[in-house]
């Protein structure tokens, strides 16, 4: 399979070469005034800074932990919400799909159908979302090796579709934890361009019993390594108030710490994109690692 190296979403690229870019909004759709607001500040600080945007939020959140947790308002009305978002502050839009039916509908809105993580090995759903044009993100599972990606990727690149973005978010650690393996990012890059994302990856899955932990701290911590193993985005949510947010409170980014954090962002992003990234050399038979391990 051929490395997919920039992908066009909306008026930018993202991927090889080009400037680092931001997938961030609410983890779901609470009402249009917060998503309006939300989006409001996002796009002042990422054009203020020259940071390709895309805004994201989820119309249901179909993997919620337990039966009563707040799942959205619902496809209709959420891409409703969706649109209006994307028509007044001109931004690309990119929503989670949960079944394959969900995808025609969602792609007359949305310019990235996401893949959530539990479904990325799902043949129909992968399929389907290809078969509509749009821009496709693939979250890696928490289950798979970076390698395994290429299987999705090559589901929704079945059907001619070339414009697919994956994902890492981190692995499953033992019970109720993720760790965050930055070799990841250069091994995915070798199917398509990489996001990272920051606040997924420092959850705790089911820490709460019926909700998830996490411990938002680390997500600049995350970031910068990320950034700086040569992620071609970063994928976050963000919330005026975390606490209150219905769902993932406990890892959601603060809405008013993103100006200094873009900031900093930035200027390592940049730093990083002068040194020459050629990737990894993988040879033909695939990668290997010697018995001894890996030598500097």
């Given at each position: 399979m051929e490395t997919i190296e920039t992908?066009?979403?909306?008026k930018f690229s993202i991927g090889k070469g080009r400037p680092l870019a931001l997938v961030a909004g609410p983890c779901v759709?609470?009402?249009?005034?917060?998503?309006?607001?939300?989006?409001?500040?996002l796009v002042r600080l990422a054009t203020a800074l020259g940071i390709p945007l895309v805004f994201k939020a989820s119309y249901d959140k179909a993997n919620r932990t337990s039966l009563e947790s707040w799942r959205g308002p619902g496809m209709e009305e959420g891409l409703m919400i969706l649109s209006r978002i994307k028509q007044k502050f001109g931004v690309p839009i990119l929503t989670d799909v949960h079944?394959?039916?969900?995808?025609?509908?969602a792609a007359e809105v949305a310019d990235v159908l996401q893949i959530p993580a539990f479904l990325c090995r799902q043949t129909d759903i992968l399929v389907a979302a290809g078969?509509?044009?749009?821009?496709?993100?693939?979250?890696?599972?928490?289950?798979?090796?970076?390698e395994e990606i290429s299987n999705a990727v090559a589901k929704v690149a079945?059907?001619?579709?070339?414009?697919?973005?994956?994902?890492?978010?981190?692995?499953?650690?033992?019970?109720?934890?993720?760790?965050s393996d930055m070799r990841a990012i250069p091994l995915m890059q070798q199917y398509c361009p990489v996001l990272f994302d920051a606040t997924h990856s420092v959850q705790q899955p089911g820490g709460l019993g019926s909700a998830s932990g996490g411990?938002?701290?680390?997500?600049?911590?995350?970031?910068?390594?990320?950034?700086a193993a040569?992620?071609?985005?970063?994928?976050?949510?963000?919330?005026?108030?975390?606490a209150k947010s219905p769902s993932d409170a406990a890892s959601?980014?603060?809405?008013?710490r993103m100006d200094a954090f873009l900031r900093e962002i930035k200027q390592l992003a940049d730093l990083v994109r002068t040194f020459p990234h050629g990737g990894l050399d993988v040879p033909s038979g695939g990668l290997h690692v010697p018995s001894g391990g890996l030598h500097a």
């Open positions: 992908v066009s979403v909306g759709l609470e009402s249009e005034e917060l998503a309006s607001r939300i989006a409001h500040t079944h394959p039916e969900d995808c025609a509908p078969q509509t044009g749009r821009v496709v993100n693939i979250k890696k599972g928490q289950f798979l090796s970076p079945a059907g001619g579709n070339s414009r697919i973005l994956a994902t890492e978010r981190g692995v499953s650690f033992g019970y109720n934890n993720l760790v411990d938002r701290r680390f997500v600049p911590t995350l970031a910068r390594a990320a950034v040569g992620a071609d985005a970063l994928f976050m949510e963000v919330h005026p108030e975390p959601i980014f603060p809405l008013e």
